[in-house]
């Protein structure tokens, strides 16, 4: 899944050049996103995000703190499952010289009854291939982790070919670690780079960055800890996208986002979002995105607006 604040910079740099003095924004808005992630059970995520953002010359700074409600079985961060989490993580210790597995298998080829020590619950499938763990659709409602900002403005597009924005971001585990649906309870640290410019009433933008990703600790079906972590890859990403002005207030645009898998089994995300932004006085702004996933660590599809007030 992309984060929201992946989200919002990006519809940013779609819409509008670095402010030349100092100014502050506040945002608030809705996304709703549904989709299976490779699971049986369906996941659906509202996120509500309350954004602070402050610009200062070349700098900008953003702050978000969102609010979550999620059904399903799906973390709404890394979009991975429960299972494929654990499943990731334990099946190598338990795999005997044939293949089998002794999670899921005794010694007689019949479903494992009584399974190892250590093993997570177990499957009824005899394949080593199946996930062990399976789980029932949970229902966690919470402040999401705060994520923070800071970019700067290197080459400015008026002055050069190309304009480039360098910055960071930091995923904090603000949320609750043992609601394992909406956090991984650990922190992230991201260097991005952005890169943008404007043809008449065409704007597009390339981002590309890196995530050194917290490995968050081994959960069960019900986000009881079982000891070890998991130990996620460390993914580079990238967004490239436009936006083009149809008037003064009027603006509309594209964009596509790719993340590096989590893990070796597990899909990349891969996602686009259409949006459209409404200048409705000088200081206030709406945007309304729709977005569609193309992999199961994407949403099948979500929706979502922003209001935005300039001061």
């Known amino acids: 899944m992309k984060t929201l604040l ?25 996304e709703f996103t549904s989709g299976k992630y490779g699971d049986p059970e369906k996941t659906d995520s509202w996120t509500v995000p309350i954004g602070v953002k ?3 010359g070349p700098w900008t700074f953003r702050l978000v703190v969102p609010w979550v ?5 799906a973390n709404r961060e890394t979009g991975e499952t429960i299972a494929s989490l654990v499943n990731a993580s334990t099946a190598s210790q338990f795999i005997r010289g044939d ?26 499938s005899t394949t080593s291939s199946t996930p062990i763990v399976t789980r029932a659709a949970q229902t966690q409602s919470g402040l999401g982790d705060v994520t ?33 649906l ?7 640290y991201s260097g991005q780079a952005d890169f ?27 986000c009881t800890k079982l000891g070890g972590r998991i130990n996620f890859r460390n993914p580079w990403y990238a967004g490239i996208g436009f936006s083009y002005k149809f008037t003064d207030a009027t603006s509309a645009g594209l964009s596509y986002d790719f993340r590096n898998k989590l893990l070796p089994g597990s899909d990349p995300v891969s996602e686009a979002s259409l949006f459209v932004a409404q200048k409705l006085t000088p200081n206030l702004k709406l945007q309304i995105y729709g ?15 922003t209001v935005g007030y300039t001061f």
């Open 6 to 30: 992946t989200r919002l910079i990006a519809l940013s740099l779609a819409c509008a050049p670095a402010a030349a003095f100092s100014q502050v924004s506040v945002s608030t808005g809705a």
């Open 54 to 56: 402050y610009e200062a």
């Open 69 to 73: 409600h999620i059904k399903g079985t």
């Open 99 to 124: 293949g089998t597995n002794e999670c899921l298998v005794s010694g007689n080829g019949q479903p494992e009854d009584n399974p190892p020590a250590g093993c997570p619950t177990a499957s009824t």
């Open 148 to 180: 923070a900002s800071a970019f700067v403005t290197v080459l400015d597009p008026a002055k050069s070919v190309v304009g480039l924005d360098l910055g960071s971001k930091i995923k904090l585990a603000t949320a609750d670690r043992d609601k394992c």
């Open 182 to 188: 909406i956090t991984t309870g650990e922190n992230d």
């Open 196 to 222: 943008y410019q404007t043809f008449g009433k065409f704007s597009p933008y390339l981002s590309v960055g890196w995530t050194r990703k917290g490995d968050p600790e081994l959960r069960d079906a019900t």
């Open 291 to 305: 977005i569609a996933g193309f992999s199961d660590i994407s949403p099948d599809w979500g929706l979502g607006a």
